[in-house]
């Protein structure tokens, strides 16, 4: 089936700040959406409220994935159902090597008793590092620990890779790669795009769009998708940044710090 994702009115504060105003998106398998919006936003809020961070807490709205109700579930069971996130800052775990914690990650998506075994787990990591121009010593050391920013991201879309989630939220996943990197790992999501898998992509930058092209461009401000359209949309940020937008639409601006 093909995958839907529908978050309707979704409302998130953090530290009794509300960040998330009522955000909306409805997606399906096959589909790109893109989401772009001036830093401090909510980008990363919606991304880890989604996936059930503990620090959010969703006051109002609902999400759906095929119908579930993902807002029920615990961050494993969402984890479960098909969602994944690209982290915008991924987290180092000393102690944990990347190979262990992926492994476990894959068989805690298994039914117990028909875990994914060590050999082929091996031959899967490393066919995918192949395509990720990974060295495979990275499978060995601790989970992104020492790892340069790029290197990181590269490792995320790895997870990707082999977990192959339903819907994937990919938060920045071009901020610190260099230009070589960014193709490699353009052409890794690509590798996964299918018509039961939907990508919600975070960028700051056209420049990625033009490697993972999307269906619709969203433009986020203040906790909400204020317009939506097509690739155009992303253009026109890149060469007229986002004052037209506030214009268009009568957005006041925030001002830092100070609560509206
Ligand atoms: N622990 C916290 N306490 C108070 N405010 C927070 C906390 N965490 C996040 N915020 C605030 O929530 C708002 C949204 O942050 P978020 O990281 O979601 O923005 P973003 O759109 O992802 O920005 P960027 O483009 O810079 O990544 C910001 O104003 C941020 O300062
Ligand atoms: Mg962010």
């Not at 409805?26 to 991304?47: D, F, R």
């Not at 095929?66 to 982290?87: N, T």
């Not at 619709?216 to 998708?225: A, D, K, P, S």
């Amino acid at each position: 089936m093909a995958a839907e994702f529908v978050i309707e009115g979704l409302k998130a504060t953090i530290e009794g700040k509300e960040i998330l105003k009522g955000f909306n998106l409805q997606m399906k398998g096959g589909e790109v959406h893109a989401i772009m919006g001036p830093n401090g936003t909510g980008k990363s809020t919606l991304a880890s409220s989604l996936m059930g961070h503990p620090k959010y807490e969703v006051t109002e709205g609902t999400v759906t994935l095929e119908g579930q109700d993902v807002l029920e579930m615990s961050v494993d069971e969402r984890a479960r159902a098909g969602l994944f996130l690209a982290m915008q800052y991924p987290s180092e775990i000393a102690g944990v090597t990347n190979s262990d914690f992926l492994r476990s990650a894959l068989n805690a998506r298994r039914e117990e008793g028909s875990e994914i075994s060590l050999i082929k787990f091996i031959r899967q990591m490393e066919s995918k590092m192949k395509d990720l121009e990974m060295n495979p010593e990275f499978m060995h050391r601790y989970l992104n620990e020492g790892f340069s920013g790029g290197e990181k991201k590269r490792n995320e879309i790895l997870q990707m890779m082999l977990l192959e989630p339903k819907i994937v939220i990919l938060d920045e996943i071009d901020s610190g790669l260099d230009i070589d990197a960014l193709r490699v790992v353009a052409q890794g999501v690509n590798a996964m795009r299918s018509e039961d898998r939907g990508f919600l992509v975070i960028t700051h930058y056209q420049r990625l769009l033009n490697y993972i092209k999307p269906d619709f461009v969203h433009i986020m401000m203040q906790g909400r998708i204020v317009k939506s359209g097509g690739p155009e949309l992303a253009e026109r940020l890149e060469a007229d940044g986002y004052e037209w937008v506030k214009e268009e639409l009568g957005i006041e601006d925030e001002v830092v710090g100070q609560e509206v």
